[in-house]
């Protein structure tokens, strides 16, 4: 089965981790009920990797380019992306989508909604970097917490003369 098949180990590890994800998602696909959670899948079941493939999602359904999605491109969107969804599952989705009930989806509102939750040990790496940064320990990054981790004189665009050491 597909589930068994063996990943070459020369295969790189994004593309590996790319393969287990679409094949995961479509497992979870058979047995999920959450219309959110439908249309997440749905989008990683493509090889949608990350937040770039479901920004894409949103760029595609916008059919009048204006950064936000109206009930009808919403539902023209999903039929042309081929997502599957039953009408009250739709209305649904949108009203979950649609945050500050404005009757439009902007595009922060379809990734935060859309976005699988973080890993505890995702949100611990955060964390780690950000106490790292955080010298002074007030809960803020400031530039002066900054300048005592980073040294702005090894960005190109300070060696190439774009930006000063501000």
Same mark, same amino acid.
């Given at each position: 089965?597909?589930?068994?098949?063996?990943?070459?180990e020369e295969m790189?590890?994004?593309?590996?981790? %790319?393969?287990?994800?679409?094949?995961?998602? &479509?497992?979870?696909?058979?047995?999920?009920?959450?219309?959110?959670?439908?249309?997440?899948?749905?989008?990683?079941s493509r090889g949608?990797?990350?937040?770039?493939?479901?920004?894409?999602?949103?760029?595609?359904?916008?059919?009048?380019?204006?950064?936000?999605?109206?009930? &009808?491109?919403?539902?023209?969107?999903?039929?042309?992306?081929?997502?599957?969804?039953?009408?009250?599952?739709?209305?649904?989705?949108?009203?979950?989508?649609?945050?500050?009930?404005?009757?439009?989806?902007?595009?922060?509102?379809?990734?935060?909604?859309?976005?699988?939750?973080?890993?505890?040990?995702?949100?611990?790496?955060?964390?780690?970097?950000?106490? &790292?940064?955080?010298?002074?320990? %007030?809960?803020?990054?400031?530039?002066?917490?900054?300048?005592?981790?980073?040294?702005?004189?090894?960005?190109? &665009?300070?060696?190439?003369?774009?930006?000063?050491?501000?």
């Amino acid at each position: 089965t597909e589930s068994e098949q063996v990943i070459p180990e020369e295969m790189a590890g994004t593309a590996r981790h %790319d393969r287990e994800m679409v094949m995961n998602a &479509k497992k979870q696909l058979q047995q999920c009920s959450d219309p959110i959670e439908k249309l997440r899948l749905q989008c990683l079941s493509r090889g949608s990797a990350g937040i770039k493939g479901l920004g894409r999602v949103f760029r595609i359904m916008d059919d009048d380019n204006n950064r936000t999605l109206d009930f &009808k491109e919403f539902v023209k969107g999903l039929n042309d992306y081929g997502v599957l969804m039953e009408k009250a599952d739709v209305e649904s989705c949108f009203k979950s989508f649609d945050k500050d009930s404005s009757g439009t989806i902007d595009f922060d509102e379809f990734l935060i909604t859309l976005r699988p939750p973080m890993s505890n040990a995702r949100k611990e790496i955060i964390q780690q970097a950000f106490r &790292k940064l955080d010298k002074t320990g %007030d809960g803020v990054i400031t530039i002066e917490d900054l300048r005592g981790v980073y040294n702005a004189q090894h960005h190109p &665009k300070y060696q190439n003369g774009e930006w000063t050491e501000e």
